[in-house]
């Protein structure tokens, strides 16, 4: 352990006791199953707490990842340098209201979405089955079927790069397809979402049939990362990547998968330059058969 690294560790450590470890295995963390040590893991149960290890990293002058449920997300074989944020179960809180629900970021998107059906509110179906929680939501616009998170939230809590608590409206976040406008280093702690009253059995109907979807055309039972890249305008990156003729296709423990191009599968032990790997083969085929680059939609982060 360096001794920027040592001092960083050292400094978490006595403000949040156990829940600083060095470095520790993010393959543990995501759900590709991949990734190698953060310098530092920090699992911070507050916004206070949150504030206090982005503050620390910046004053150490080391990089603040956060790492969320760790899908969407490859992590390096090489581990991720600096501080590492995974948010503690103080940021699952859900505060319901008449009008919609104040969800801490750390919630399960597709939690959030059975609970607003539960309770008669429209605006989350489209969420039902997506990997990945309320706040990792937010930084992707997640979405499927249509629908998107920016069409439901009102305003966003979180910590800014100086550790500091703020509130962005979501004009402010400027949604775009699979992006959001936010500040530089901003973790976001919780969303406000403004959800519709609807007829609770309509809703579960709804609900079922996008269940129904997604169990039918996704793969199951092997770890992955949801979708790899984003969608080209008026097309499908699955449909691409497998008219290039790459379904199958394997490079070391990485598969793509056979149900639908677009997943890569992590078969037991592959690394993160394996899905790399693969990718790049995928961007090249697809733009030698038709012309399209491909943009991924999962962040690769770490020492690469």
Request: net charge positive; charged share 25%; aromatic share 6%.
């Given at each position: 352990m360096g001794q920027t690294t040592a001092a960083l560790h050292e400094e978490l450590t006595r403000r949040l006791g156990d829940r600083v470890r060095a470095a520790e295995s993010l393959a543990r963390h995501t759900s590709f199953r991949i990734g190698g040590p953060a310098d530092v893991l920090a699992v911070p149960d507050d916004a206070a707490e949150l504030g206090l290890v982005v503050a620390a990293a910046a004053a150490h002058g080391m990089p603040c990842t956060l790492l969320g449920a760790g899908s969407n997300l490859l992590v390096a074989d090489g581990g991720i340098?600096?501080?590492?944020?995974?948010?503690?179960?103080?940021?699952r809180r859900l505060d319901w209201h008449p009008g919609g629900v104040v969800a801490g970021a750390a919630v399960q998107l597709g939690k959030l979405a059975r609970a607003a059906v539960e309770r008669g509110l429209a605006g989350l179906e489209h969420a039902e089955g997506i990997p990945g929680t309320v706040g990792g939501a937010v930084f992707m616009n997640a979405g499927a079927y249509g629908g998107d998170v920016s069409g439901a939230i009102e305003s966003v809590e979180g910590v800014d790069?100086?550790?500091?608590?703020?509130?962005?409206?979501?004009?402010?976040?400027?949604?775009?397809?699979?992006?959001?406008?936010?500040?530089?280093?901003?973790?976001?702690?919780?969303?406000?979402?403004?959800?519709?009253?609807?007829?609770?059995?309509?809703?579960?109907?709804?609900?079922?049939?996008?269940?129904?979807?997604?169990?039918?055309?996704?793969?199951?039972?092997?770890?992955?990362?949801?979708?790899?890249?984003?969608?080209?305008?008026?097309?499908?990156?699955?449909?691409?990547?497998?008219?290039?003729?790459?379904?199958?296709?394997?490079?070391?423990?990485?598969?793509?998968?056979?149900?639908?191009?677009?997943?890569?599968?992590?078969?037991g032990g592959a690394a993160a330059a394996d899905v790399q790997a693969l990718m790049a083969e995928a961007q090249r085929a697809v733009w030698e058969w038709n012309g399209v680059w491909l943009e991924p939609e999962i962040r690769l982060v770490g020492r690469w």
């Open positions: 340098a600096g501080g590492v944020v995974k948010l503690g179960p103080g940021f790069a100086a550790g500091t608590v703020r509130t962005l409206s979501a004009e402010a976040l400027a949604f775009g397809y699979r992006r959001a406008d936010l500040p530089p280093g901003f973790v976001v702690t919780a969303v406000h979402f403004r959800l519709t009253p609807d007829d609770p059995e309509t809703l579960a109907a709804r609900l079922r049939t996008i269940r129904d979807r997604r169990v039918a055309s996704q793969p199951h039972g092997a770890a992955n990362a949801g979708s790899i890249f984003k969608n080209p305008a008026g097309d499908h990156a699955g449909r691409l990547i497998e008219a290039a003729g790459l379904k199958g296709r394997r490079i070391g423990r990485a598969r793509i998968s056979e149900r639908h191009a677009n997943f890569i599968v992590n078969e």
